[in-house]
C-alpha cells in the first residue's frame, strides 16, 4: 500500500511508501531480527514509474483508485507526510497487524477525515487476525506455518473492519464501501 500525491500546479508527482526496510545487517541477521519481531521500516519516496517498476518485476498486480478528499483534507493530509518525512520521523517499529505500510496509510487518511474512517468501521467482521492471515498465505504452505506458529494470541480474536485494514485489499474495500474511491483502474496486471 502506498500513496501517490499529484499535484498539477506544482507539477508533482510522487509515491510514499513505508514497507522499505534496511538490509544492510546482512540477510541473517534481518531475518533473526525479524522472527524475533524486531522489524525497522521506513518511509519512502519516489517517483510513480520507479515504484511501478518495482512492483513489475516482482510480477505484483497494482490497482490505483483515487480518493476523494476535500482541499482542507488533502492539506491535512499533506502536512502530514511532510512530517513523516523529517529524519527523525521516516523510520518506524513495524507491526505485521498493529503499524504498517497499510494501517499508515489508514491512520493518515483518518486524521485528515477527522476521524470519520475509525468512527465508521467499528463493526466487528467474522475473522481473526490469524484467519485473514492463514487465508492470506494459503497458497504458501511453508510461510503459513511458520506464521502460524510465529503469531501470538493476541491476535486470535474478532477484529473489527478498522483492525483488518492492517490488509492491503480491507483498507482498499472499506475505502470503496464508504464511497471514498473513484477513477479505479489496474495500473500493472499479472
Known sequence: TALRMVDENSDTDIVFN????????????????FARGVMEYQLGVSPPHWE???YQGEARTVWQDRIT???????????????????????????????NCTTRVRDYLNEALIGTLADRSQTLVPE?????????????PLIALSLDVLMNERIDRQMSQWEQMFLPASL?????RLGLLTDTEVVAQF
Open 128 to 140: 481473526t487476525f490469524r484467519d485473514e492471515v492463514q487465508a492470506h498465505y494459503a497458497s504458501l
Open 172 to 176: 482498499r474495500d472499506q475505502l470503496g
Open 52 to 54: 511501478l517498476s518495482r
Open 18 to 33: 513505508w514497507g522499505l526496510f534496511d538490509t544492510s545487517v546482512g540477510y541473517l541477521r534481518f531475518g533473526a531480527n
Open 69 to 99: 478528499l476535500t482541499n482542507a483534507q488533502k492539506l491535512q493530509l499533506y502536512q502530514r507526510l511532510s512530517w513523516n518525512l523529517r529524519p527523525e520521523n521516516i523510520v518506524y517499529s513495524y507491526d505485521y497487524f498493529f503499524d
